[in-house]
């Protein structure tokens, strides 16, 4: 896998942040802002000793094969989670598969594989280079609609709370960070201080779901009650241009950050199928394959019940774990 830098490194992660984001579903208030930036300071704090590690010069190959098909299978599952958040999503961003049932959800899985396939073929360091751009081109895009929505929105909206309760957020908010997988992956394949890299990729994550979940409450507040994808819907509806809506846009931002999302996994995915099995052939598609059979599992829903959280800080935990038994051992 070819290194790419710290910018390519933040691009990659931060589209798949924010296509979970456009997925979110139940409402959202400004205690689901301050539940998910406190998720995102305890995902960093778990992240700190695989960080130690690749200071170390180490990667996730000296932390062992279990570790690393730990990981994968990890990923694999996440992959899963991105497809049936995709599939849920489509009831709001019109997907044309809607009355077609299983077979329409194959056919977009199927789309969306090939050119995950193609992207990842090239390899991550190809795959950093086009994030960059088109996580230029949505911050763009993001920078006009929140700048619309201070300018719109009825700043009351900051103040329902909906019932939310700041645990039940912070559970929600760190359940739904498994690109953490592909994260602790590809952190040993950037260029740089593994702890600067990872400083910069929270402190952008930070930012990023601030201004977006803050962005969706102004705007969607007030019909909170009656929508199903509060981020989503507040995309559509917000209009900074008068004379132009701006649903097209939002329809490729979605499906660039669902693309990019999906190929990061099956590029990491095929990296590690590499080193665990003689297979040598076909990896992202069968990787990819495998992602959209545990979507279906999932059918189509969000999940981030305690479980995910536990398996959240678990994959964080089990690669620098095994790294340093085996040098207790090693060292007797």
Not at 93 to 99: A, G, L, S
Not at 141 to 157: G, R, T
Not at 253 to 259: E, L, P, T
Request: hydrophobic content about 55%; aromatic content about 10%.
């Amino acid at each position: 896998m070819n290194q790419i830098n710290k910018a390519q490194f933040i691009s990659l992660l931060l589209i798949e942040d924010l296509f979970i984001m456009f997925c979110l579903t139940e409402a959202i208030t400004v205690i689901t802002a301050v539940g998910f930036i406190c998720g995102i300071i305890l995902q960093f704090i778990l992240s700190i000793p695989i960080i130690r590690v690749y200071s170390k010069g180490k990667s996730l190959r000296d932390c062992g094969k279990t570790a690393e098909i730990v990981v994968l299978a990890y990923i694999v599952i996440w992959g899963g989670m991105l497809f049936s958040m995709l599939w849920n999503a489509g009831d709001i961003i019109y997907i044309p598969y809607e009355n077609s049932g299983i077979w329409g959800k194959f056919m977009v899985a199927a789309v969306i594989g090939i050119l995950c396939v193609y992207i990842s073929s090239s390899g991550i360091k190809a795959l950093g280079r086009s994030a960059l751009i088109a996580s230029a081109i949505g911050a763009v895009c993001l920078l006009i609609v929140v700048i619309s929505a201070l300018i719109q929105s009825d700043m009351k909206n900051l103040t329902d709370t909906a019932g939310k309760s700041f645990i039940a957020e912070l559970n929600r908010g760190f359940a739904l960070s498994g690109g953490l997988g592909s994260f602790i992956l590809i952190l040993g394949f950037t260029k740089g201080k593994p702890m600067s890299n990872a400083v910069g990729y929270f402190i952008g994550k930070i930012i990023l779901t601030s201004a977006v979940i803050l962005t969706g409450v102004l705007v969607s507040g007030g019909i909170m009650d009656i929508t199903d994808f509060p981020i989503a819907t507040a995309a559509q509806i917000s209009q900074p241009f008068p004379v132009q809506r701006i649903d097209s846009l939002f329809l490729i931002i979605f499906s660039v950050s669902a693309v990019y999302s999906i190929a990061v996994q099956a590029t990491a995915a095929d990296y590690l199928l590499d080193e665990v099995s003689p297979i040598k052939k076909y990896r992202s598609t069968l990787m990819l394959i495998a992602m959209a059979a545990v979507g279906l599992i999932f059918g189509g829903k969000i999940h981030y019940g305690i479980g995910f959280s536990i398996a959240v800080a678990v994959i964080l935990l089990f690669a620098p774990l095994s790294y340093f038994i085996k040098r207790k051992l090693k060292n007797g």
